[in-house]
């Protein structure tokens, strides 16, 4: 399977600021995912991330809060933008190495806003 | 939309245990996965399902797929100090469809 890095591992910033999380897999991978996991929660997927084009957002995401790039098959970012406490939460990134044999994550970003 | 339900919230057993945690789902599922999360790191993929009535092992661990393609469960069997954390059932109806996660059960294993 995958091997998934993920940085930064954890970070506390202010509000009204940006963090830009990195997603790195050791393979090319077709498909990459970012989810949200608030505390005490169960995972939610933001996005999937798409090589070469604008990444597909779930309902009640949008670009101008989550921006996503993913320049390349084995690379990744998440920005959490203009931030508030309430986008304290778990940011992990998720890939699929193969079709329909489930999903690898990485060990996740903790954000703390304060 | 699609929903999980995973039963029980919460397990709190004593070591040597069985123990036994299912999930449903409101929509026909083609594949159930479920996954371990360990405090501080993301989910660990314990056991893939891809066909109903299918009964799959690893280890300790056992799931099924059930036959109606709404539910599955996770046995584990002989329970040890290190199966604490959050287990996850997770699914989706197609191959081509988004995977949604349950709520989670938090199992802890007194020694």
């Known amino acids: 399977s995958a091997v998934i890095s993920q940085k930064p591992s954890r970070d506390i910033c202010q509000r009204g600021t940006s963090l830009t999380i990195q997603c790195q897999v050791d393979?090319?991978?077709?498909?990459m995912f970012w989810y949200r996991q608030q505390p005490g929660q169960s995972l939610t997927l933001i996005a999937t991330a798409n090589q070469g084009s604008e990444a597909t957002y779930e309902s009640g995401f949008v670009i101008d809060k989550f921006p996503i790039s993913r320049p390349n098959l084995t690379f990744s970012t998440l920005t959490v933008s203009n931030m508030s406490p309430e986008d304290s939460s778990i940011y992990l990134c998720s890939v699929e190495v193969r079709d329909n044999y489930g999903y690898t994550f990485g060990s996740g970003t903790r954000l703390t806003v304060v | 939309g699609q929903q999980l339900n995973q039963s029980p919230q919460s397990m709190f057993i004593q070591e040597g245990e069985d123990v036994s945690m299912n999930c449903t789902s409101s929509s026909i599922f083609n594949t159930w996965l479920w996954y371990k999360q360990d405090p501080g790191e993301g989910p660990v993929l314990l056991i893939a399902?891809?066909?109903?009535?299918e009964l799959t092992s690893n280890g300790r661990l056992t799931a099924q797929f059930g036959i109606t393609r709404k539910d599955s469960f996770l046995n584990i069997s002989a329970s040890i100090p290190s199966d604490v954390g959050i287990y996850f059932c997770a699914g989706r109806e197609t191959s081509y469809d988004k995977v949604i996660f349950g709520p989670g059960t938090s199992l802890s294993v007194i020694p």
């Open positions: 393979s090319q991978v077709t498909m």
């Open positions: 399902l891809y066909k109903a009535g």
